[in-house]
């Protein structure tokens, strides 16, 4: 027999399907996407702009009422998906389904959005590490990946040519390696207060393989501008490298994608 | 029956299609659109060169009836092309038309281009608010967007890839605020005058992922250093999503011209 | 009834392709092409290093006799193509075809190689001209154009794109323009030494753009940062667009290359 | 009859599969690659970290022996595969196949990978050529190119546009000369003692063409800022042409092997 009133399952459906994204019509989920959208933007906002000396002076109110809101809405939105989470089958069982949520990224993420507030208060804390822990209030900007899946189609093409990228990656710390081997060989003797070793002068060879160039540190001899040459010409292909797989990479994408789409009309003719 | 001397309607068409972009061989129009064409660039010219205070004190007769002749043709031609925007469909109404097209881009920024001279011969305003209107000169540079077609083609390739470029764009965003709220945590202490909070950081930021690195900041210690450097290389990134994003954009849309060029040819074969 | 001497034309003839570039395996001509060749990088050499004092002072007797033999060579290989060039058809005139050939851009390139020294015996010059003409000499780098075929590839893919990265350099100019019109506005009073006038303040603009930094010139104000900020986003477009251009007119360029081949083949097949 | 106990040949067999890459699932194999990789990776980390004053005096004793340890390795490393070498058909000659193995490019990074510990054992070496040779030390770094196969596919992509990359280069060098001369011709009164030279000025050119711009060395001048800011902007090409041929050149590969992919497939499929 059918009773009238909803089950508890389905309120726990109904409460999911509002806080998770909105695929539909659904106002109601609609409008609590862009609430906490708007909460995790503002929240970042709040973290920035707090630094600043004169703004937390005249604000300090309202930022400690805001972060206190923000806490309040997080905690129940985390306690609510761990209430809820049950009806997603692998999360199915009470206590071990839930545990194992728990350990997932998205619930670990939306964890440390709020434990920097409450630890403090279990916890015996150092100004020092009072300062780290509001700096991870910053991991709510995480809390945004949830409504961006676009995000994916970028993340998919770095993936797909993973190994190349991370190859250019090797090759960059090889040449860096070598650079700046060979520039502290060469300048220490003229600047040994800027050239102090090869880890010193790894921080030249970063801004010059990059193109950055902040011109704190930069060879005088000869034969260091020489190779400084040399390298700041090979720093070229650092960037040529991995545009050019990227963009192979994102033209294959859309090409598939294509033929798929051409084949999908070609099916619905026939 | 038909009269010989032309009726109101072919006097605004004749003159319409000579202030317009001439696509014939109209010489009379062609004449005026290349006559518009110098008047706005020697008006860009003019805003520029006046800054320069030797100049300025010089020339200031020649800048002053420069400026004259240029809001009298400016401001005929907006008159002008009032007059006759009722032949124009959408614009046939002589009081709704006229005002409908007066809030169209294309009028609005004609509109500006003159503007910041009739403001202050009917508006009390003070020196700043002054100098802030000769800036608007500068809006008769968007003028010159009516003769250059070929700018939508790369707008086009631009738009087509509109997502995948704010997502990029994004992307950068959050890099930018990640980084900089770091190094603000690490580097502070060591540079308080420097990086005084997070958003002062951020200019360290962009000149970073930007690989700009004018100099004026950058991090001392080690571990300040080391972020950078990680910073500087996923620089690199910032570049390569973009250029790839782009140019697998441009091949597809040349791929695509070519297909129907080959498709039309084959249509006239048959 | 053939003469067995080789008559005045196939003397001409046989010195043009002994001093014109040797396309088969005629060793006297490969011979001449590397000592012009060698000759003309090393001029490029010495007028670089002539310009350090201390070698200049040491070398002075070597720099002239080099260049003394340098102007006889260059001398007779421009009289030599002067007498030859009769045998081209369109330079077949003795009188007119031989003034025509005098100004074809290769012709000119060869006679400004020499000019900077005949020049002074014959006119009056100061010392600054002097100097102005030394730096011509370095056009005989030009002359190695005639060897290097394969720029041409390069060239062509670029100018098949003329119209789309000419688009691009408008963009670019017209991006500098109101960024550092905006960027005077915004630093004038913070920096009116610095930001002294708009052709000043597009100093930093193009350094901007372009990425380079040299840290020379950069806003302090805070609305300025933030305009610094989006300018230098931009500036990655700067580089993805003609990045992007070039990529997919070099991806044409071999796929039709490719298919062109492969035509080739199967009408060869048939 | 073959007996029971392996041969010599066999033996030497098995060892140098040992030491070879694994490409199957020899765990013996892999191990020992795996040891030789973090055995190189330390020795350079032990290099690096090594110039820093404070690290070296606390770990003297420790760089010693662990230099010992890696001289030790790598000459049992290098002797076992001398006496291998001949199982290889090339090298099969005991003495002369061994001597063509010494002076393969393998077998001469293994050879100058131990020479720096050996040779001031038999040379009498003064502290400045003592010190050129501790930083040999780091050519161990390329005995890991024997386990980075995927190397060989940036490689290729680089190889086969060889000829477009080189002529890339060379603009790049005439642009950079052109550049050079004429700044220093302009710069050289306004700044006498840092536009010294041509060559001097090249230091800045190249600054400018990478973008890298350290801003130890600018123009001054209106003239010379003119300059620069052309420079600047074709410092972009020198950007996008590499990238847009290295681009292609991926995109071509990548082509080709998905047809030779679908045409295996086909094959198979009939």
Known sequence: MK????????YKQRILSTINKADGQDQLSRGFDIFIMVLIVLNV?????ETVQSIQVKYE???YYFELFTIIVFSIEYLVRLWTCTIIEKYRHPVWGRLKYMFSIEALIDLLAILPFYLPLFLDMD???LRVLRLFRLMRIFKLGRYFVAFQMIVAVIKKRKEELLITFTLLVVMLILAS???Y??????QPDVFTSIPATMWWGIATLTTVGYGDVYPVTGLGKLLGSVIAI???GVFALPTGI????FERELSEREKNRKATRRHENN
Chains 1, 2, 3, 4 share one sequence.
Do not use: C, W
């Open 45 to 49: 906002f709040a973290v920035i702009t």
């Open 185 to 190: 060989y060469i300048e220490h003797e003229a």
């Open 246 to 249: 990227i963009a192979s990479s």
């Open 3 to 10: 009773t009238n009133h909803p089950s508890r399952y389905q």
């Open 61 to 63: 109110l309202v930022f």
């Open 234 to 236: 090979l720093g070229i």
């Open 181 to 183: 081997s060979l520039m």
């Open 127 to 129: 100004a020092r590490l």
